[in-house]
């Protein structure tokens, strides 16, 4: 395996820099894929403290989610980059990671100008005017407010090209030869779970930042320019230094239409007879528009969301594993409060009809007592107005993780299959006569469960999916009350049937009782109240 961290260096360059295929012969058409823009390209930028007193020189927003802060301890730290293959494990997918005076992590859009930097805190951007960003808040985790004055970095252009480098990648594959005087030849291919130490993703942005993350939680920050746009070829510096060599910090990049890159270096030492070439492949991180969402879905707006699922009473109140207070206005569900001080709030981005594709049709927020933001959850809805994509953002001491859950339903709207992300579960619901008759678990809990009803209707379109269904979904159970999730089964259930566990459910006015099979009592197992 080559031993040279330059190597990897420039492949990861190349990478990112998504533009043709391969390399550009003269048998190859130069062409740009038309990618779709990353999901915060339109609040990407640097931002430059001006104040030197501030204990940090920059911060900065990545297009794709990512953000990067530079201490004012020094300029962009680099790392000795005395290491193995800069092509490794595989990184966290949500975290921020500290290193020297770089600190990297993911963030997510609170409002037009607050966002919660997973990690290191929230900051606020601040315009004069309409004259731009002139101020920055800061409100680092564990730590006392302050305010700055700030400047937005120049960036680079608009161009097609520079639009589709500038995102965050994640490596894939690598492929190495070549000759050095420990290893001999060499020729070898490997992915990046493979070997400890080797980058695992890089971030392109239009200030010039060229950022690479390494699965030992190493980063080093440097910059990038284009050393000749036409032949795709671009120059990084090394150690802050840009090298005037030839071949060295060169590399060519190509990419394909969906959102993968191709990344292709060749360097030799004619003075040692060393020489490497490698071919590296990359795919965009979080890419916006992905997982079905490249051709439009009409939502239907000819009902609310809350009048196509409950033909009965609203709840006000419901004690099902934690208790909620709902809050509904016009047919929607606009805010639900727990009994621990938090607020979940609902949007409805779907109605307005200038929103872009790949922009969510709904997002709800949960926010502590403090008003930090606890989770975001983004959602996709499907033709009948169901949640299909689900994509969750959480923050919390340990730096925050992500995941993307999805949904299919049939015809009449019943939920049929969930995969639910956060621990890779996945449930299949089987529907009889408009009742769930019986569900598959897989994942880490597997389990397989038969259900009986009664003939008295579920009027109220009551759904438990944890204390009665087994379906530990967490935060997604929001999405039912809010008419986004499918419909209710048709009837009560009394009886649950599985491997181990046998259930008898009993329904009154306010709540539901169980007992467990050759149990002798009746014990309270949900609450609810009913909206005036």
Known sequence: MKKYCKIPFLVLLAVLTVPCFFSCSDDTEDVVVNMNP????????????????????????????????????GGYAVSSLQKGNLFSRKAPASRAVTYDNVVYGTYIQIDDETFNLEGFGVIQLKSNGGQGITDVIIKPNGGNEMAFAVKKAATMGDDDLTNALCRTWKVTNIHERGYDSYDGEYDDTYTPDEYYGAISEVMFSK???????????????????????????????????????????????????????????????????????????????????SDGDEGDVTVPTDKNPVERVFTGKLVDEVDDHGLDKFVYESGFLTQVDDGDGYKITFEYYYLDPDKQTSDPDVRYTRERADGSVSYIYDVWLNELGFARRIDSKHNDEYGGFEFQSTCEYDEEGHLVYMNEGREEREYSLVWTDGDISHIDIQGSHTQSTDFSYSETLNDNNLMFFYDIYDMDIEELKYLYWA??????????????????????????????????DGGNSWTDLIHFTFAD
């Open 38 to 73: 990353p999901q915060y390209e339109s609040v990407s930028g640097k931002y430059e403290i001006t104040d030197s007193s501030s204990p940090y020189a920059s911060i900065e927003l990545g297009a794709s989610g990512d953000y990067v802060v530079i201490k004012r301890s």
């Open 207 to 289: 200030s010039g930042t060229f950022l690479s993350f390494y699965n030992d939680n190493e980063i080093e920050a440097h910059f990038w320019k284009w050393e000749n746009q036409g032949e795709r070829q671009i120059r990084y510096s090394w150690d802050n230094v840009w090298n005037n060599d030839d071949e060295e910090g060169n590399f060519t990049v190509n990419f394909s239409s969906d959102n993968r890159l191709t990344i292709h270096e060749y360097y030799r030492d004619y003075e040692t007879g060393e020489w490497y070439e490698s071919t590296v492949e990359l795919v965009e991180k979080n890419p916006s528009g």
């Open 483 to 516: 008419g986004l999730l499918g419909v209710s089964p048709k009837h009560l259930v009394t009886m649950s049937n599985s491997d181990d566990e046998h259930y008898q459910f009993e329904w009154e006015s306010d709540k539901v009782l169980y007992r467990s």
